[in-house]
């Protein structure tokens, strides 16, 4: 195979949010996961296994319950990673904030490409859904994309502070 | 916004395989859609209206069928399109092999941006499905790529001369 | 064919409810269709003809937003109706109180068999869901119950008196 | 609770068939699973514990395959089972055939209300589909029907001898 995909390999660091979550019949709205379900969407849908990927759990919470705590263990895990190509999966009504909150955090020329995503609609229990398909732009992004932090949804690659929000 | 997502509409080229298949139930496999579904999932769940990006119709094929003739349509709509960027979704029997000979058609220093995509399950009517993962993928690939053509698969960039096949 | 399947038509009388509803981006939470998508899915999926029943479609509302005239119009549509065997699809939070105040507005000996259904999670959109699962235990229960008003649901029939609600 | 849903548990024997089936990459069709997916469904979905019914599984296979061997298998778990009331799934090809041979098989006045079922589009991976509303159509068939073999299908019920198959 050719060298084009970088051969360290990617750190997927979920922290929750709607495509991480499940529709709860109780309270008629999405709720995370207690564990990410996205190893193993991966692992039988696009053949990629645990051992390819660094996975890193920040939290599992509905972005507008993101804490400055949470994103800094989002930047220590980032930091501490053997990998320069990150992923971060996250809610959608945060999403462009926490963006700026880590890249705020982060040293300058810190050299790492830094991908969030998320989606309005769950990737399992969902059908059709967005979540799948801004999972595989975020991991052709940070495979391809030059150092930076980016927000990928809908196909295109956002800079943090490019949006408000996205609800 | 910023220009990191490029100015120029994205050449969506279409011939048909799993991506856009249905499962029949007379033949107890999945056949592909008499018109694309791609453009209504984008529209519905990626918010990718229909003018952000030029449409093709190739054919609607399983990849077993495909022939030089159909890659050849391809290749001159790539040649007559506004667009630099292109994305193909193409069966998976034969992906490869279409990708080296759209390749071999296309001049040398085409200077396009040409993005294979295909699935193993349909992109609507199973869930959960790799489609939408592997066409998110394309669409990053095809903004971020410098030219050449490439297949966006499993979260991964390959090269059409790394395969034989996928299956 | 059998004399089994009654040859009346069944009435179907939709109000609404999480089974004819779809997951709201915005609201995070599940909204009635502006039109019933049960028709659409009985045609495609249970080869369930439009000319095979008589649709009536009394509103389209959460079940916390029915009130007594929504019921007194399914009353009266029922009374109307040619068919003796009703289904009413129904939000799952007031099922068995709206199966309650229907019964007290229908006559004594109204000779109908009523059956009211409903889900936990809706009938499109949703994967796997209990939607399709009530529905088509609905429809058996049409034909096969004697006279009286029923809940169908869970893969079981229920008397409106028999519970106080599902949430 | 009304004494409505009889007291007796259900049996429920499987026997594959598309209802109890995934989508096979490799061969592009549906092919059963290992151990049947139902009871998962009927649990998580339907809220139908494993304590309240009785399961036979009798064989996992596409009901072309389906041998008259088979069919004693399901003939003996009847007359074995303390349920009279059984529900089987089965592949649609030989849907009514089985139905018919198991009938020949059965002592007259067997006494036992047997409701064989299955589906065009498996009950897991596919959405929509009509798995769960045949399956709910079968349990309630199971409840309410008199002694007799049936095919719960589309809503309705249907005697072995009323067709020669569903393809």
Same mark, same amino acid.
């Given at each position: 195979?050719?060298? &084009? ?7 997927? #660091? %979920? @922290?929750? +949010? $709607?495509?991480?979550? =499940? ?42 319950e993101?804490s ?9 895990? &980032?930091?501490?990673?053997k990998?320069?190509?990150? #992923? %971060? @999966?996250? +809610? $959608?009504?945060?999403? =462009? ?47 391809l ?19 408000? +929000?996205?609800?």
């Amino acid at each position: 195979m050719s060298n &084009i995909n970088d051969e360290h390999k990617i750190q997927l #660091i %979920v @922290t929750g +949010g $709607t495509i991480d979550s =499940f529709y709860d019949t109780d309270q008629c709205t999405t709720v995370c996961h207690d564990e990410t379900a996205i190893p193993d969407f991966l692992a039988k849908f696009a053949n990629i296994t645990a051992d390819e990927y660094e996975l890193f759990e920040a939290c599992m919470k509905d972005s507008r319950e993101i804490s400055n705590e949470d994103i800094q263990e989002v930047s220590n895990a &980032i930091i501490n990673s053997k990998s320069s190509r990150h #992923i %971060v @999966t996250h +809610g $959608t009504f945060t999403l =462009f904030e926490s963006a700026r909150t880590l890249m705020a955090m982060l040293p300058d020329n810190h050299g790492q490409v830094i991908v969030f995503t998320g989606a309005m609609w769950p990737l399992v229990g969902f059908s059709p859904n967005d979540a799948g398909f801004n999972l595989g732009s975020a991991f052709v992004a940070a495979r391809l994309a030059t150092p930076g932090v980016y927000i990928a949804f809908n196909g295109k690659l956002y800079l943090p502070t490019d949006q408000e +929000g996205l609800h």
